[in-house]
């Protein structure tokens, strides 16, 4: 089982350039996440998707947009790439509704840069 | 007011010391704490586990609540070089969709 699959592991945008992440889970989960991790501010949510057909807004949504293209897989999209955005993305899965008993299983990451 | 507060370390320890790592939560909804342990270019994952108050022990690690205070901690005994990694609490309320992280203690086991 690979888990939760994510594609670019690393990425060096310009500012003001376009890139999705990609993000596939074969557990069979009905909820997907999008975070961020950033020195001394931890793990944010971006967006989740609670089912297939759902998304909503986490804590730090602006200048994301995401899909839940099926029930496998969930990609983000940043639309105008600003410094800001550079961080550590990390994509997770989890059984519906056990988020809350820690059943978050998480990929490797992407690494983005933007300049 | 974050959510959640952890202080980020880095804590260095010599083999076999018995470990402490802290966070504090700021809102008494909060049931649910987790502990995730996370390697050097690697995601997150879960460790341990707690529901509402109390301890919660698995082999080396222990897991300890204290809602009174909003305090949360885990206990690793005897350290091994594999726990060197970054241990991030995370807490959650009944019902809820997402977790609320603390910013992560990075933790070096010296052999």
């Known amino acids: 089982n690979a888990g939760v699959t994510q594609t670019p592991k690393f990425q060096v945008l310009k500012t003001g350039q376009s890139m999705t992440l990609q993000c596939a889970q074969d557990?069979?989960?009905?909820?997907m996440y999008w975070y961020r991790q950033d020195p001394g501010m931890g793990l944010r949510l971006i967006y989740y998707?609670?089912?297939?057909?759902?998304?909503d807004k986490g804590e730090v949504p602006n200048g994301y947009n995401v899909s839940r293209l099926n029930k496998r897989e969930f990609s983000l999209r940043l639309e105008s790439a600003a410094p800001s955005q550079t961080s550590v993305y990390f994509c997770?899965?989890?059984?519906?509704?056990?988020?809350?008993?820690?059943?978050?299983?998480f990929g490797e990451g992407s690494r983005l840069t933007v300049l | 007011q974050k959510e959640v507060e952890q202080d980020p370390g880095p804590l260095s320890v010599p083999e076999g010391a018995i470990v402490s790592l802290n966070c504090t939560y700021s809102?008494?909804?909060?049931?649910?704490f987790m502990w995730y342990r996370q390697y050097s270019r690697k995601g997150p994952e879960l460790l341990m586990y707690?529901?509402?108050?109390g301890n919660k022990e698995d082999g080396r690690f222990t897991a300890q609540v204290d809602k009174s205070s909003k305090y949360i901690s885990l206990f690793i005994r005897d350290s091994q070089p594999s726990d060197s990694a970054t241990y991030l609490c995370?807490?959650?309320?009944?019902?809820?969709?997402?977790?609320?992280f603390g910013t992560g203690t990075r933790l070096t086991v010296i052999p």
């Open positions: 809102n008494s909804a909060f049931q649910y």
């Open positions: 998707s609670a089912s297939e057909g759902t998304t």
């Open positions: 707690t529901y509402s108050s």
């Open positions: 557990m069979n989960h009905n909820s």
């Open positions: 997770a899965s989890s059984p519906e509704g056990q988020v809350i008993t820690g059943e978050l299983f």
């Open positions: 995370a807490v959650a309320r009944t019902g809820a969709n997402n977790l609320f």
